[in-house]
């Protein structure tokens, strides 16, 4: 494979990459900010508390997350066609991507609300806030840093995941690095699929404290008293 074909082939998956990645990352945040604020919501001391049922949440999470992706992509192959209509392909890759990360988008969300301070949620309630106004004037506001990053937490997790369902047949960079770096035996294509793998990582992560510094109103500036 010439540099030129090299370049354009490492173009083409990566944008299969952010196709995967990005589609999941909205599903995923739709469908795991839910369950994170059920989970916070349902347990003891929560403002609609539910034991049994933030038991039986907090199982299904610990099960999704212990689950190893490749093992999980298997598993739910029938769902994968029954929502796609087909099991290869960066489309049907999605479905094992947002399975996966869904658990762990609950905990994230979960464990950014939870940092929230008690007196706040206690004062909006004292002044006759109802749960939904606490919920999203309150709760969620001000855990939005902690969101932020562990949104780009997920992100990442889901690029990886993505590198692993190419390697099965999804499409992406770990499909270019299997077929032709592994298979091949052309350590500059890995190289090159790894490189741009790194690069997207740490873009995601200096968004993601970026967005979350300027999100986070407690960091106050240097006090100009002295001046």
């Known amino acids: 494979m010439p540099g ?18 990005s589609v999941a990352t909205v599903l995923v945040v739709v469908l795991g900010l839910p ?5 916070v919501l349902t347990d003891r001391g929560g403002l609609w508390e539910r034991p049994a049922l933030n ?4 199982t ?7 689950v190893p992706f490749i093992i999980l992509m298997v598993a739910i192959v029938p769902l994968t066609r029954l929502l796609v209509g087909t099991t290869i392909g960066t489309t049907a890759a999605i ?35 109802t749960h939904r106004r606490v919920i ?8 939005l840093p902690s969101l932020v990053r562990g949104i780009a937490l997920v992100v990442i997790s889901l690029l990886g995941y993505s590198a692993m369902a190419g390697a099965v047949g999804g499409g992406g960079l770990g499909d270019l690095a299997v077929k032709y770096g592994y298979m091949r035996f052309r350590t500059d294509v890995m190289l ?7 690069a997207l990582v740490q873009l995601v992560q200096w968004l993601g404290d970026g967005l979350a510094s ?14």
């Open 214 to 227: 300027r999100f986070d109103h407690t960091t106050q500036r240097p006090s100009r008293a002295h001046e």
């Open 136 to 143: 999203f004037r309150v709760l969620l506001p001000e855990a």
């Open 95 to 129: 479905v094992p991507l947002v399975v996966a990360a869904i658990p762990f988008m609950g905990r994230v969300v979960e464990q950014g609300l939870r940092e929230v301070d008690g007196g706040l949620v206690e004062a909006a309630i004292a002044m006759g806030s």
């Open 192 to 198: 090159g699929c790894l490189a741009v793998l790194l």
């Open 55 to 58: 038991r039986v949440l907090g």
């Open 60 to 66: 299904l999470v610990n099960v999704g997350r212990s």
């Open 35 to 39: 369950l994170g604020v059920l989970l």
């Open 4 to 21: 030129e074909q090299l370049a354009r082939a490492l173009w083409v998956a990566t944008l299969e990459t952010l196709y995967m990645t």
